[in-house]
């Protein structure tokens, strides 16, 4: 049985060694300071954005990378606590960025599941683009994958027919059909539905763990029944959307695969979902020390099982988020750290932890995950003070929500109870959980259910508001690459190189967001800037956009790059190859960052239109950082 520390080596050992000699992409922090329009990165894929449209990549055109990544959707909340779902995981990847093609990246996959990692060939089962008005169906794909089963004996066979399938695990030897096609809503893949977006077919695989942990009449390899779970996906980036929004082919045809790290964990260790693994076991164990309740009963899921798989995951996330140098707040990633941590005490009450526990949580991250990130271990103290914190906080305004539920209780008509709406305002006022308002009032099933009816109405109100505010304030694919958007990318290494002229030298960036509408940056400062402060600022960017200083992307060694001085991002490793963007002449620059781009040739482009930089906003964020939102008007 491989650990997952053994796990990680052999990715890595396997990717790099030859024939496929890919570069190591660093794990990057999962706040993505640089050129970001996504609140945490989502997937292994973000370092490489940049790239995927033809820029050169210092470490080459093939690359691998282990990626810790954070989804933060509320649908994606509400599906943990079953076996495999999580919103903190980690992403192995490989890219070919217009090198290998899929005829060698499918074979090496399936050398990589079988020969490195011992996986049961007739367990490997696999999905492929069926194929429409957008492109034809992924015939080469389909061949590829017959042949690659056919050398690790199993004679696979292409089936229209995706519910035919195995009845059990026992009849799967043997059993013909493993490549099934899905239409684009499941086998497609593209970032946003705007011109120069990048799109094509994908290729899943699923291996069978033999028991369904729902159960249904029919099955399929891409259902939610957690029989079939998904280990990996092969992204053919084949298709580029044109001007007038017809998908055309890509000169330069990418391969991104990414794979479920924990899902891969929990099946060469035997187990049928990831909480068993090495990885949150020890998590699991430290809950159940804590509250005194059992994870399972004789090997069965019990009434508090969910709760401990809650508790792991966010425990996980939180821990990572405050380790990434996040603290709560009621804003951005600030908000999503504090909702994490409010939920990990909701669910600690489930399992009767009335006393604060999330800083034992935490410690039991750290311990576990500290070899593959030694961040953990750096920050740990910091990471438990804060956790502890908030903690106590939300309990003290769960206390508040108390009252409040007493006081709006109190003056409704004898005998009435507060409606869902009612409930859902206590909830979004004082952070106090629907159930323990249900619990409180001791009301009756029928009465729990209309009250629960109501409360998800409010809620959805209020989320597809949030979400109208979100698509605004973050819109774009993943990495924003329109005209008005590079204009602000150039402006925003303006801004610093100002800010740290102007007003303090010791100003580093900590975080910033930029839309085609402004630009957001976030800084260390114990102060806000004063009004002559911040017209200086301007009038020095300004004074830059109007000399035409040329803006040059230059590849060098890293250590040279910090000698130069060059900024980094925040909490970035790098590796030894580094791309900076210098603006001004080289030797005598007046910027240099690490940075992937995009950005402007030369500052008059900023200007465009007779357009000058502003600071809109400027704001606290937290302790010692400051945030100013700027734009070009």
């Not at 079953?82 to 070919?96: A, K, V, Y």
């Not at 804590?290 to 004789?298: A, D, H, I, M, P």
């Not at 956790?387 to 206390?399: G, M, P, S």
Request: glycine share 8%; with cysteine; aromatic share 10%.
């Amino acid at each position: 049985m491989l650990t997952s520390r053994e796990v990680r080596e052999k990715f890595i050992e396997f990717w790099t060694q030859s024939p496929r000699h890919c570069g190591v992409v660093p794990n990057m922090s999962l706040v993505p300071n640089v050129d970001s329009t996504l609140l945490f990165v989502n997937s292994g894929m973000f370092p490489l954005v940049p790239y995927l449209g033809g820029q050169p990549h210092p470490l080459g055109k093939r690359l691998c990378n282990i990626q810790r990544c954070l989804r933060t959707n509320y649908e994606d909340m509400l599906e943990v606590g079953d076996n495999r779902h999580t919103l903190m995981f980690e992403m192995i990847g490989d890219w070919s960025l217009g090198d290998f093609t899929k005829e060698e990246q499918i074979p090496w996959i399936m050398e990589l599941w079988v020969k490195v990692y011992g996986m049961d060939p007739s367990r490997l089962y696999v999905s492929v683009f069926a194929g429409d008005e957008t492109a034809p169906r992924d015939d080469v794909a389909i061949e590829t994958w017959k042949k690659v089963f056919r050398q690790y004996g199993v004679e696979a066979e292409f089936c229209e027919d995706v519910y035919n399938l195995p009845p059990t695990l026992e009849q799967s030897k043997g059993w013909k059909p493993h490549i099934f096609p899905y239409n684009k809503k499941k086998n497609w893949w593209q970032r946003a539905e705007a011109p120069g977006e990048l799109g094509g077919p994908t290729s899943e695989m699923f291996y069978d763990l033999g028991v369904p942990e729902r159960i249904q009449e029919t099955y399929d390899i891409n259902d939610d029944s957690g029989r079939f779970v998904e280990i990996g996906n092969n992204v053919f980036m084949e298709y580029k959307l044109s001007p007038d929004m017809k998908w055309e082919p890509l000169a330069q045809k990418n391969i991104d695969f990414g794979g479920g790290f924990e899902r891969v964990c929990m099946i060469v260790q035997g187990k049928t979902e990831i909480f068993e693994s090495d990885i949150y076991r020890p998590i699991i164990d430290r809950v159940s020390a804590l509250s005194g309740r059992s994870y399972k009963t004789e090997g069965k899921e019990n009434d508090d099982t969910a709760a401990f798989r809650v508790i792991a995951d966010h425990g996980r996330a939180a821990t990572f988020i405050l380790a990434d140098g996040v603290s709560p707040s009621n804003k951005d990633q600030g908000y999503i750290l504090r909702r994490f941590i409010r939920r990990l005490v909701r669910f600690g009450k489930k399992l009767g932890l009335e006393r604060e526990f999330t800083a034992e949580v935490a410690d039991a991250v750290i311990n576990t995950l500290a070899h593959a990130y030694p961040h953990l271990e750096e920050n740990r103290q910091v990471v438990l003070q804060k956790i502890h914190d908030e903690e106590v906080a939300f309990n003290q305004t769960l206390a508040k929500g108390l009252k409040e539920l007493s006081k709006i209780q109190s003056q409704l008509e004898p005998g009435k109870l507060i409606s869902g709406d009612q409930a859902f305002f206590i909830y979004e006022s004082y952070g106090f959980p629907l159930e323990l308002t249900l619990d409180e009032l001791k009301v009756t099933e029928e009465q729990a259910k209309e009250i629960t009816k109501e409360f998800a109405a409010a809620e959805k109100r209020h989320r597809e508001l949030s979400r109208a505010g979100a698509e605004q304030k973050f819109k774009g694919g993943l990495a924003d690459q329109s005209r008005e958007t590079t204009k602000l990318h150039t402006a925003h290494h303006l801004l610093l190189a100002a800010m740290q002229k102007i007003v303090d030298p010791n100003i580093r960036q900590k975080g910033s967001n930029i839309t085609a509408e402004r630009l957001r940056m976030d800084f260390n400062l114990d102060r806000k800037m004063t009004p002559d402060e911040i017209a200086k600022v301007e009038e020095m960017v300004n004074q830059h956009i109007s000399e035409s200083l040329p803006v040059v992307r230059v590849e060098m060694p890293r250590e040279e790059a910090e000698a130069l001085g060059a900024q980094m991002e925040f909490g970035a490793k790098y590796p030894d190859i580094v791309s900076v963007y210098f603006v001004g002449d080289q030797k005598n620059w007046l910027s240099a960052e690490f940075c992937g781009g995009p950005h402007v040739e030369s500052t008059a482009e900023i200007g465009e239109g007779v357009k000058r930089f502003k600071i809109q906003k400027q704001e606290n964020v937290g302790a010692g950082i400051k945030r100013v939102k700027g734009a070009l008007l």
